[in-house]
């Protein structure tokens, strides 16, 4: 190994570069194709790469439906982008914001046939850069040439493409005692992923013996509910409910993994709440936005576990697919322990819409 990046910092800086309207160069299955966001692009590097020829809006599947395009990949739609149209048009596509004002937005032609298998990764790499799942797409001849000349990051998909599917290994930073409200006997974990991406931490409270089964949950990371104590879900009653039972029995395990907004981020959380002032419930938001249903990745409160000591849990949840991957990753679940906290005429809608899309315990 040498002291150049490896393909773990090269997927880091893609993302970055997609985040900040750069474009990236994909290799594999003997093609090459330049790809740049359709949130976070701008019109003089939009505009370069339609001089330059044919150009793609690569949306999932979710997005093409709402937008009654032919998804011919299944999962993928590749709209092709008419001479005339606009950053405005690609963007309006890749946007729902304004679906209900504008929803003649066809028709749209998109292509069928050969390998879309770039097209999919490419779409994963700009989900896991929290940005709207839509990219546009070039096919490029000289690869290499043109990552050098522009300075663009280049990577080799086919190679890529498994790593990024695999969990990034997480590394222990550091722990320190920090009294809380609920207990005083409180120790705060930071652990960080080797793939660059956000960190995540582990709240212990008390000395919980790592031979019997702990009292645990996994909590993803709310900020309107957490933070701003929103009343449009039950996110901040839970966190704090669950610490307080941690709390009363002298030990637990609080594993805050920061997947905002069902693991599509605060922006795109945003988006959706959006999206539900104009009538569309939780699922069908995501939906819209090109999402699935849940964008979360349970086996990141797995591997904490495993790191911490822990083999068995008490788990804390109404989410019948957090015990499925704790047990799919070599976690007992001995006992599922309710937490149905938090219920406000402001969410009884979404927490109906858990309990019958999502199969929570309601």
Known sequence: MGLGPQLNDLLARARADLRMGVPVVLTGGGQAMLVMSAETAGVARFDLMKEQGDLDLVLTGRRAETLKARAY??????????????????????????DLRMPMKGPLDTRRGGDCELHRFAITLVKSARLLPAVLMQEVSEALTLAARENL?????????????????LDSVVAARVPM?????????????????????????????RDAPVLARLHSACFTGDVMGSLKCDCGPQLNAALAQMGQEGAGILLYLNQEGRGIGLANKMRAYALQDQGFDTVEANHRLGFEDDERDFRL???????????????????PNKIAMMERNEIEVTERVPLKVGLTEENAHYLAVKAKKSGHLL
Do not use: C
């Open 153 to 169: 990051t280049l990577i080799p998909a086919d190679v890529a493409a498994p790593h990024v599917m695999e969990l990034a290994a």
């Open 301 to 319: 409160g797995a591997q904490i576990l495993q790191k911490l000591g822990f083999s068995s849990v008490r788990l804390l949840t109404n989410n």
């Open 73 to 98: 990949d299944g999962d993928v739609a590749r709209v092709v982008v008419p001479g005339e149209a606009d950053l405005s048009w690609v963007q309006a596509l890749a946007d729902p914001a304004d």
């Open 181 to 209: 409200q609920a207990t005083k006997a409180g120790r705060l974990h930071i652990f960080r992923p080797e793939d660059g991406g956000e960190e995540h931490y582990a709240i212990e409270v008390g000395r919980p013996d």
